[in-house]
């Protein structure tokens, strides 16, 4: 049926459809939308993971104190959905005048990794898989300090065994750090206290970071975090232990929400020997300030230039 | 109905359709409804434990703490003194109930009164006969050659619960480190920086106090040197090793 020539332009296309044209039409629309819909519908699991809040969530810095209480709110429902325990979590900021320096006397280790589990526990890392920031090497007694040569999985009656040094590796949080250089989405970053965080909300888990460290101080999230309920440590910091998502980098953050108040992070307060000190080095009366005057310092693959701020040094 | 209707009305159910889906894409599927809160855990229940591994009669006396264990009489009678039995090495066999003590908070004065004082006894190569009563209770291993095994060096010939000097200066038993640090100088030096020994508390001193341990907290001053500890597990793998890879030469990071 030929279009009527009088009808106004917007009526002619439409009197062009046949009854045929519209059927086909019709049942394409609906298969398409149908199509559409099934497509859409894991979207609706969505509201689970995550919501337009989080989606919509700005970066890190970009927020004002009262978007920041907004999210540490959203992050506290969160976590109590998927806890069942209320956390504080807070957004502590770096304090004026304050450089953190990490120091680790390789005289005294014994390798006991009573700071590993002691991390785990303050800064609620997955127990399943097992998620470690430290990790602890049991390197041969021959002069070496290539990596590649030290054991993490000694597991001796006792320790220290003769012909053995132990020599915990974690985040050196680097003043020339190659993993922020990597990272495509600037979600890790150093703090202006030294501390090289990662934002949970804004990694995208390319793992390039983890790829560039080299000290491998970096873990990721295959799979979301396990945590028993009873174990989960509420005081929480947003930068620093509150629980991981399932895709998302993470490391050591110097105990962010225990340092930044002024406390001497876990591994520290745990370690039997004494071998780990940490401290302020812009004080020059503090524990590490004397360390770097006074013992002999070795900075762990030095010659890569990461400038890091985590020492070894010897007892003399 | 004429064609143009019909058309509309197609265009309406479609555009309602999409609108319907528009709906059910935004919508957040209902939450569980809301939880009961639970109390909050205490963070003081989740701390680490800065304890050490022993207390010491040093740090009980400056503490202030209950310094009753420090006297066998709160338990024993002074009319019936405890009956002790050495096994086939002459050792004594310690009783259950004093299988955590330290010798160290033992009071020397309750078996050796200050108006008697102990005579040591010497072999002919010169070292100390330990007495028998001592005998697997009392391990002297103070220093690695041995050299420091005489009690009289540390301890006060008449009054075993105080201590003196080499030059002969008395200190009583909270005034230990004082005397760790007349022979062992460069330790004392960095304790006293804060380099030697455990600490917990605050880095900041002005957020508030560091927790620091004397030198007989951690060390037990007969046999200071220590023992070998049993390592906390090691990490575990996701999947089982292969037997021939069960210890990679490189480590899994």
Not at chain 1, 62 to 86: F, S
Not at chain 2, 240 to 253: C, D, I, K, V, W
Request: glycine share 6%; proline share 9%; net charge positive.
């Amino acid at each position: 049926m030929p279009p009527d020539p009088n009808l106004p332009p917007s009526d002619r296309a439409s009197a062009g459809m046949t009854r045929r044209s519209f059927l086909r039409g019709a049942a394409a629309l609906s298969v398409g939308a149908a199509a559409i819909a099934a497509g859409l519908a894991p979207l609706r699991q969505l509201g689970k993971f995550t919501s337009v809040n989080e989606f919509l969530q700005k970066y890190y810095k970009e927020l004002t104190p009262e978007e920041m209480k907004v999210v540490l709110a959203r992050i506290e429902d969160e976590v109590q959905r998927q806890y069942g325990i209320r956390p504080h979590v807070r957004d502590y900021k770096p304090m004026n005048g304050v450089e953190f320096v990490y120091a680790l006397n390789l005289t005294r280790c014994v390798g006991c990794r009573k700071c590993v589990h002691a991390c785990v526990a303050e800064n609620n890392q997955s127990r399943n898989p097992e998620i470690q920031y430290i990790r602890v090497l049991q390197m041969p007694n021959d002069g070496t300090f290539d990596m590649d040569k030290g054991d993490t999985n000694y597991a001796p009656k006792s320790v220290p065994q003769p012909g053995f040094f132990y020599m915990p590796v974690q985040c050196h949080h680097c003043k020339n750090p190659p993993c922020v250089k990597v990272c495509p989405v600037k979600a890790t970053w150093q703090e202006p206290d030294g501390i090289t965080v990662v934002d949970y909300n804004w990694c995208i888990g390319c793992r390039y970071c983890e790829a560039a460290c080299p000290y491998f101080a970096r873990r990721f999230n295959f799979t979301a975090p396990s945590i028993p309920t009873e174990l989960i440590n509420p005081n929480m910091s947003y930068l620093g232990n509150r629980p991981r998502y399932k895709g998302v980098m993470e490391k050591c953050h110097f105990c962010i929400q225990r340092t930044r108040v002024g406390r001497y992070p876990a591994c520290v307060e745990v370690c039997p020997t004494g071998s780990r000190k940490f401290g302020n080095i812009l004080d020059p009366n503090s524990e590490v300030s004397y360390i770097l005057k006074n013992k002999r310092v070795l900075i762990l693959k030095e010659e890569l230039g990461t400038l890091p701020r985590f020492f070894y040094y010897f007892d003399i | 109905m004429n064609r143009d209707r019909k058309t509309t009305l197609a265009l309406a159910v479609i555009t309602v359709g999409f609108a319907a889906l528009a709906v059910a894409f935004v919508r957040v599927p209902p939450r569980p409804g809301v939880i009961a809160l639970p109390p909050l855990v205490s963070p003081q229940d989740l701390a680490i434990v800065p304890g050490t591994v022993r207390v010491s009669a040093a740090q009980l006396v400056s503490s202030g703490g209950d310094t009753s264990g420090l006297a066998c009489y709160t338990c024993h009678h002074q009319d019936s003194p405890p009956v002790i039995q050495f096994d086939s090495q002459h050792h004594i066999i310690l009783p259950k109930e004093h299988a955590d003590l330290i010798f160290s908070m033992r009071n020397c004065a309750e078996c050796h009164p200050p108006s008697d004082p102990v005579k040591l006894e010497y072999a002919d190569d010169g070292s100390l006969v330990m007495p028998e009563a001592h005998r697997g209770l009392l391990a002297i291993a103070h220093g690695r050659n041995f050299r420091n095994e005489n009690c009289y060096n540390c301890h006060d010939r008449n009054q075993l619960d105080q201590l003196h000097t080499p030059e002969g200066a008395k200190l009583s038993f909270d005034q230990a480190t004082l005397l760790c640090a007349g022979c062992h100088g460069p330790n004392y030096r960095d304790w006293q920086a804060g380099i030697h020994g455990r600490t917990s508390g605050y880095w900041d001193r002005q957020a508030g106090p560091i927790n620091r341990q004397q030198c007989t907290s951690c060390h037990d001053p007969h046999a200071p040197a220590f023992t070998g500890i049993i390592p906390m597990p090691a990490p575990h793998y996701l999947h089982p090793l292969p037997a021939h890879a069960a210890r990679p030469e490189s480590p899994a990071l």
